[in-house]
T-cell receptor, first 113, second 115 residues
Framework: GDSVTQMEGPVTLSEEAFLTINCTYT??????LFWYVQYPGEGLQLLLK?????DKGSNKGFEATYRKETTSFHLEKGSVQVSDSAVYFC????????????FGTGTRLLVSP | GAGVSQTPSNKVTEKGKYVELRCDPI?????LYWYRQSLGQGPEFLIY????????DSGLPNDRFFAVRPEGSVSTLKIQRTERGDSAVYLC?????????????FGEGSRLTVL
């Protein structure tokens, strides 16, 4: 079945450091890919998405590129802030089926001043 | 409220008891989803509603779990004869339409602890 694998955390960085959180997927066909973020005390919220190969999703300085050849969707940010501390979830949905998201286990990011 | 509201935020119960968890979606959202998040895991799909009907309940783990959405708005997840393994955070999400942009709006979850 479909699955998502993301790097284990926590990832600990100093403010202004470069961030990469790895995500790879296994799916039949060409899924849509998402990054969701959960800030402390809040619900999951969509950070960015990409719906086809080579698409780049971006939001709030975060980027991720849909790489079909490596089945990856790594999350990057050039300069993290303390306010980026959160848990990040990579997810996929089958082509044409946004209803049933398949999530990775989440990666906790801790950014210190 | 503006977001998805879930009650209770915390529920502690004893093994064998019956539990109901409520979700109030964003007004006007026709699609509603339930997910379950166990400790250290990502959310796992349980069921989704389009309007009043359950369009896909393939994620419900067994027949102790049941969900309803009688008027196409508020939904209740019902768990009978709870077991310790049911302990998790139950997440509800809604979206304007099933499919659509793929953006689901999640509530903060109901944390269920079965002793």
């Amino acid at each position: 079945g479909d699955s998502v694998t993301q790097m284990e955390g926590p990832v600990t960085l100093s403010e202004e450091a470069f961030l990469t959180i790895n995500c790879t997927y296994t799916a039949t066909g060409y899924p849509s890919l998402f990054w969701y973020v959960q800030y402390p005390g809040e619900g999951l919220q969509l950070l960015l998405k990409a719906t086809k190969a080579d698409d780049k999703g971006s939001n709030k300085g975060f980027e991720a590129t849909y790489r079909k050849e490596t089945t990856s969707f790594h999350l990057e940010k050039g300069s993290v802030q303390v306010s980026d501390s959160a848990v990040y979830f990579c997810a996929l949905s089958p082509r044409g089926g946004f209803q049933k998201l398949v999530f990775g286990t989440g990666t906790r990011l801790l950014v210190s001043p | 409220g503006a977001g998805v509201s879930q009650t209770p935020s915390n529920k502690v119960t004893e093994k064998g008891k019956y539990v109901e968890l409520r979700c109030d979606p964003i007004s006007g959202h026709t699609a509603l989803y339930w997910y379950r998040q166990s400790l250290g895991q990502g959310p796992e799909f349980l069921i989704y509603f389009q309007g009043t009907g359950a369009a896909d309940d393939s994620g419900l783990p067994n027949d102790r779990f049941f969900a309803v959405r009688p008027e196409g708005s508020v939904s209740t997840l019902k768990i009978q004869r709870t077991e310790r393994g049911d302990s998790a955070v139950y997440l509800c999400a809604s979206s304007l339409l099933a499919g659509g942009t793929g953006e689901l709006f999640f509530g903060e979850g109901s944390r269920l602890t079965v002793l």
